[in-house]
């Protein structure tokens, strides 16, 4: 029979590993019970309890890599990573009690997420970004979408939502409704003078058609010189 059973923490990280501890007793004697194990629902072992100096007490203490190395810790960002663990204990005469808990997996801080057993920044990683194995093209990940910035305009295209159509890496879209950190879509005519670029004019909406010319000087003599550059995001299927 159980007496007692607790959980220092419900949630395992890699920093933080949980501490089970269980008090039993017997009809036959305490010394009648012959140990624990620590299991899932498919009976997979993920430790045993050992003898604690309280009589018919026991712990063990689960680790993530003691967790992983059941089952590798992958999980999808929109959903959280529970498992149900089982604490199995036996006495003499083959009779046996358990107690089934719920734990959850988590990396631990903002933006972590469990990819192969290690946890990622989901938000930056340009090699996990926004989910586990989703590669950026671009290299650059900023708030888990894959960022490619700076798109020149071809021939036909007047719109950011044509620029980022035309990418042939992959579904990128323009969104301007992007809040600032992912900065919004954006198209710009810039006039160069020297070596520097002096945006004249700047549109904010992905479906705004940029005017056909734009007028500036240089140092030397008026010019005009189209430029449009766009923020394109890449859709995760």
Known sequence: MILSF???ST????????RISVVLTD???????????LLDTEDRAYGTFATTAGEGAYEVTLTWSDANAVETISQQPETGLRRSLIARFFDGGGQQVE??????????FEGGLACGGACVDARRDRRNCGACDWSCPGNNCQNGICRLGDVRAEEGESTCDEVCAGEASGEWFCDASLDEVRDPGRAEYQCFKGLGRNPVVAIESCDQVVPETTECETQDEPATQRFMGCICWLRRP
């Open 99 to 108: 107690r089934s808990f719920e734990i959850v997996l988590q990396c631990g």
């Open 27 to 37: 009809p036959d004697g305490v010394d009648d019970v012959i140990g624990g194990t």
């Open 6 to 8: 607790a959980t220092s």
């Open 11 to 18: 949630v395992l990280t890699p920093a933080q590993p949980i």
